[in-house]
């Protein structure tokens, strides 16, 4: 275990190194991207009831994150397995998810600020009354372990070309299709049943009352649900990096 | 050292893949401690697969890897632990420096901080790369990043240490700086495995070598005992003015075994005896026109390593010497 940490602290140590001079410009970028979902649906629904402005916050907070775990994870992955440098990585000394690990945590903890803002901006612009819980932390964390556990799955699974192409329709989906922005109520009955196996929803879920704890208390199946998500994601990628062809 | 158990052990290993080529065909060889040994071939000859199944990252369909005695097939963990290797794609160098890039290697594979920096001053310094320690990945040129990945590699060797075509994109002085490295990594202890296609390099490089050919290992020993009884032969060297030329002057001209021309270039085997009537029969085509330059030295491993595995790698040189020898 000793072993993993020392890998993981120097593998993070490298990432940052790596990306110092892109991250403020990703932390930027993702901060407008989802202070911008906020912002931008509330002119497509102008009279927002609190219900639905909630939904749209915490819908946007855990866009962000998907974003980041099932999208820019994977599509770097894609890149770096097409330069080869996957090939290089397994030869290294180093346990293979303490590699993701280490890449996941640096593009999850850039996403943090862009959270925190969305919320901030999202309280003041719906005159929100929010009542953030400690399952928050949980709820932040394995909704990233879930989205990057897919997100690394499909980039090691599939062809890079491919991977661009699958990121950008699980983006769509869980933007427009999944009840993350909205209550699964409004989707036809055969969408809301499709929504009951996929992780979109539980991650909505996780975010959404942890973020504003109903009267009846944080729900504790979607943090299940996403843990055996990011597991069975995670077997899978740690699988194809360890598979000897 | 012979008498110390080698660091790596191959016994009988073959790989196929699974649309049925075969990589490697019973490969049996062994590298002690101390000791640079060479692995050539043309491309495709199984030399990186070989690799890639002692640090683990390809499975060999039989045969047995041992490092330092322990199973290596069983335990992938154990060799790339035991071992490290520039393999021959890029290293992740974007957006770190070189002395990052070796400084992190060299911890990853166990160094402590101080170690690490030492070793990476004194890498950074004897490939002569203190110009570029502090640029970006991305900015550095082919060679530069090769040097780094090599680095990267010796930083913190390990029992065994393997390059895939360390020198490819390297300019030729610091090749040498290279070469030099590669040995002292032997003398202080490691066992060196050297993959490259550059034979005249490897001569000088490495102390022992197997010649790879389809898989299969066509020859191996030292440098002196693949050249055997070649040892009191010269090699004469004509280079022609045409292709044509050179073709045709190598189905003429029958040596100890037949010429070979690849390009320009018309190469054959001679006695040291003979070297007169060669020596007459050169100016005579260069009077003619058909010849630019010649030259005769001693039998290079080039020239063994060409007759084993073919110019094109098709290992089928020794049927055609023969007929040639009896014309």
């Known amino acids: 275990m000793k072993h993993w940490w020392h890998s993981f602290g120097l593998l993070l140590k490298w990432n940052v190194l790596r990306l110092r001079s892109e991250l403020p410009m990703f932390m930027v970028i993702q901060t407008l991207i989802s202070v911008g979902i906020v912002i931008g649906f509330s002119f497509i629904i102008p009279e927002i009831d609190p219900l639905s402005a909630l939904y749209l916050t915490t819908g946007a907070m855990t866009v962000s994150l998907i974003t980041v775990g099932m999208v820019v994870a994977p599509q770097i992955v894609a890149q770096q397995k097409e330069r080869g440098l996957l090939n290089y990585q397994r030869t290294m000394p180093v346990p293979r998810l303490a590699l993701l690990a ?7 903890v850039s996403a943090l600020p862009g959270l925190a803002v969305t919320l901030g901006v999202a309280t003041a612009r719906f005159d929100l009354d929010v009542t953030v819980s400690p399952w928050v932390i949980p709820g932040i964390v394995l909704v990233s372990a879930g989205a990057a556990g897919i997100g690394y799955g499909i980039a090691y699974v599939a062809k890079p070309v491919l ?24 989707l036809p009955g055969w969408a809301q049943e499709v929504h009951e196996w996929l992780p979109f929803q539980y991650m909505a879920q996780a975010i959404r009352e942890s973020v504003d704890v109903p009267p009846a208390g944080v729900t504790l199946l979607p943090f299940a649900v996403l843990a055996a998500w990011a597991v069975a994601g995670l077997a899978v990628t740690s699988r194809v990096m360890t598979r000897r062809v | 050292m012979t008498n ?22 019973d490969i049996t060889l062994q590298v002690g401690a101390g000791e640079v040994f060479g692995l050539l071939g043309h491309n495709g000859a199984g030399k990186t697969t070989l690799l890639n199944q002692v640090i683990g990252i390809a499975k060999p369909t039989s045969g047995t890897i041992r490092i330092d005695g322990r199973d290596a097939v069983a335990d992938p963990v154990m060799a790339r632990d035991a071992c490290s290797m520039q393999p021959q794609t890029q290293a992740p160098l974007d957006g770190v420096s070189p002395r ?20 990476t001053a004194e890498l950074i310094e004897v490939l002569d790369i203190q110009a570029w320690q502090d640029a970006k990945g991305e900015r550095l040129s082919g060679g530069v990043q090769r040097l780094t990945a090599f680095a990267m590699a010796a930083a913190e060797p390990g029992r065994l240490v393997m390059f895939d075509e360390p020198t490819n994109d390297v300019d030729p002085v610091r090749r040498r700086m290279l070469w030099a490295e590669v040995r002292k990594l032997a003398d202080q202890g490691c066992a060196v495995v050297l993959v490259t296609h550059n034979v005249v390099e490897a001569e000088r490089a490495v102390d022992r070598l197997a010649i790879l050919d389809h898989g299969r290992v066509v020859d191996q020993g030292t440098p002196s005992q693949l050249r055997g009884d070649h040892a009191n032969k010269l090699r004469f060297e004509v280079t022609c003015t045409s292709a044509g030329a050179a073709a045709g002057l190598a189905e003429r001209f029958t040596g100890i075994e037949p010429a070979v021309s690849t390009g320009r270039r018309m190469m054959v085997p001679i006695w040291a005896d003979d070297c007169p009537a060669a020596l007459t029969w050169a100016q005579d085509e260069q009077r003619a026109g058909n010849v630019d330059e010649f030259s005769f030295t001693p039998v290079s491993l080039e020239d063994i390593y060409i007759r084993l595995v073919g110019p094109e790698g098709n290992g089928n040189t020794e049927e055609v010497g023969d007929e040639a020898l009896v014309a």
């Open chain 1, 102 to 108: 280490a890449d996941a945590v640096v593009w999850v």
């Open chain 1, 163 to 186: 991977v661009g192409v699958i990121t950008n329709l699980v983006l769509v989906i869980s933007l427009m299709f999944a009840p993350v922005n909205y209550p699964a109520e409004r």
């Open chain 2, 4 to 25: 110390a158990p080698p660091v790596l052990e191959i016994e009988h290993l073959t790989k196929d893949y699974r649309k049925g080529v075969r990589a490697n065909d």
């Open chain 2, 100 to 119: 990052e890039a070796i400084e992190l290697m060299a911890r990853l594979r166990g160094a402590d901080r101080r170690r690490a920096k030492r070793r």
